[in-house]
């Protein structure tokens, strides 16, 4: 896990058989702007080389803050420990970034969609074919009306559909996730589990061992509860798991987004002051929200010493024994 404090671009413009190419490279470190900078360099160096012998270089690394694209996290630390390190995300809410402690993020919507909804696309799709076609035959002087009537007709009761067989199911949904926490403890009696209840789904912290986010036990608990698959990805990608400790701002009443409206850091001085009256707004109105809700501990085993301290820190942020609405 790789979460710098400091950031630095580098940049050079190069011609090439009488093409003009301008290459930026990405430099952090935890030592100084001076050292990322310099790590800027080496990266640009680096790749200037390999666009001179005519391999195909990236040219440019976006700016994202959540380390996509192979770069590390690009957020504004909070707080760092050797444990743990606090950042606050590009809508302003804060991360809890942990290298060994396993969180796993679960989205009921996004195991709905893929068990129930993806299997209604094609027969859907065939239909959706198969009655424009007819309204070409039938109502060939009004087609354009027709299909606009269709459509509107047609994604109003198929969303209609979609919502209440959705609320259908998400006790369901629960039930089955719960009972899969019960086989896994049972099947493994070391391990620990840890059941959160989230605004959209559920949270597990695993609380018996260390943890890689590679770890092929770690691929079968992703696999088995069904965690969202972006989290999934970017937990390999930046080789951590990453839990969010304070709501979400829209949640809370907040419209307006923080200060730069970017999602990179570090940002301008200029942006300094809209920014911590942003922050003093958001913490104010937090205050009468949780992050997650814990529901149930699974299984007796040994915890380890540094999950008690990610769980103590993260059930404290997320105010997740407290009887508050989530968000």
């Not at 690394?61 to 504004?76: H, V």
């Not at 940002?267 to 911590?276: G, H, I, L, N």
Request: glycine share 4%; with cysteine.
């Amino acid at each position: 896990m790789i979460v710098p404090s400091y950031w630095s671009e580098a940049k050079q413009t190069l011609r090439k058989n009488g093409r003009q190419q301008t290459i930026y490279r990405m430099g952090w470190s935890d030592v100084s702007e001076e050292d990322a900078h310099a790590h800027a360099q080496e990266r640009l160096a680096e790749a200037v080389e390999q666009w001179q012998a005519g391999d195909s270089v990236i040219t440019r690394e976006y700016k994202r803050a959540y380390g996509e694209g192979g770069l590390p996290i690009r957020e504004e630390i909070v707080e760092k420990t050797d444990d743990y390190v606090i950042t606050r995300n590009c809508y302003g809410a804060l991360c809890l970034n942990v290298e060994d402690i396993c969180f796993i993020d679960i989205d009921i919507d996004k195991i709905y969609e893929l068990e129930h909804i993806n299997r209604w696309r094609l027969p859907v799709s065939i239909l959706w074919v198969l009655t424009t076609l007819c309204l070409c035959l039938f109502f060939s002087k009004f087609f354009a009306v027709a299909i606009v009537v269709f459509m509107a007709i047609h994604f109003t009761v198929f969303n209609g559909l979609i919502q209440r067989a959705k609320k259908r199911q998400e006790p369901l949904i629960a039930g089955m996730i719960k009972q899969k926490m019960s086989n896994l403890v049972t099947a493994q009696p070391k391990l620990i589990l840890r059941l959160y209840e989230t605004p959209h789904g559920f949270r597990v912290l695993l609380m018996s061992d260390l943890y890689n986010a590679d770890d092929e036990s770690v691929s079968m608990l992703f696999n088995e509860l069904k965690a969202d698959p972006m989290y999934v990805r970017m937990c390999c990608l930046q080789q951590c798991f990453r839990a969010r400790i304070s709501p979400k701002p829209w949640r809370i009443g907040i419209e307006n987004r923080i200060k730069p409206s970017s999602a990179t850091f570090p940002y301008k001085s200029e942006w300094t002051s809209a920014r911590q009256k942003w922050v003093q707004d958001y913490d104010e109105k937090s205050i009468d929200f949780a992050s997650c809700k814990f529901l149930q501990e699974y299984g007796a085993g040994e915890q380890h010493p540094k999950a008690v301290i990610i769980r103590d820190i993260h059930d404290k942020y997320c105010r997740a024994n407290e009887a508050l609405p989530l968000a």
